[in-house]
Nanobody, 123 residues
Framework: QVQLVESGGGLVQAGGSLRLSCAAS????????MAWFRQAPGKEREFVAA????????YYADAVKGRFTISRDVAKNTMYLQMNSLKPEDTAVYYC????????????????WGQGTQVTVSS
């Protein structure tokens, strides 16, 4: 059974940085895509970034391109999201997700989810 545990959220001022982590366990992820999604209050969940576990191919939402970087450490079974130049509109609960298959920004295609970590960006 896949388990995903996020950490690293918090409160930061606009223009600041945070790094989120997602510790993955329960199986081998070589054929998996891992992703970050976020959900702000009163809004639908939206795609942020995704990475292929074995090939390091990446895919970003336009809203975060150039500011966020997704990466993974295979030895630690951990995925990261480095978030720079944060804006108040980045405030949301950030979720880690995993699926067997290729890169996708569609949340319904992901069948494994973490519990989420809150990121709050003050202006």
């Amino acid at each position: 059974q896949v388990q995903l545990v996020e950490s690293g959220g918090g409160l930061v001022q606009a223009g600041g940085s945070l790094r989120l982590s997602c510790a993955a366990s329960g199986r081998t992820f070589s054929s998996y895509t891992m992703a970050w999604f976020r959900q702000a209050p009163g809004k639908e969940r939206e795609f942020v970034a995704a990475i292929r576990w074995s090939f390091t191919s990446t895919y970003y939402a336009d809203a975060v391109k150039g500011r966020f970087t997704i990466s993974r450490d295979v030895a630690k079974n951990t995925m990261y999201l480095q978030m720079n130049s944060l804006k108040p509109e980045d405030t949301a609960v950030y979720y880690c997700a995993a699926r067997a298959g290729i890169l996708s920004g569609v949340d319904s295609l992901y069948d494994n989810w973490g519990q989420g970590t809150q990121v709050t960006v003050s202006s």
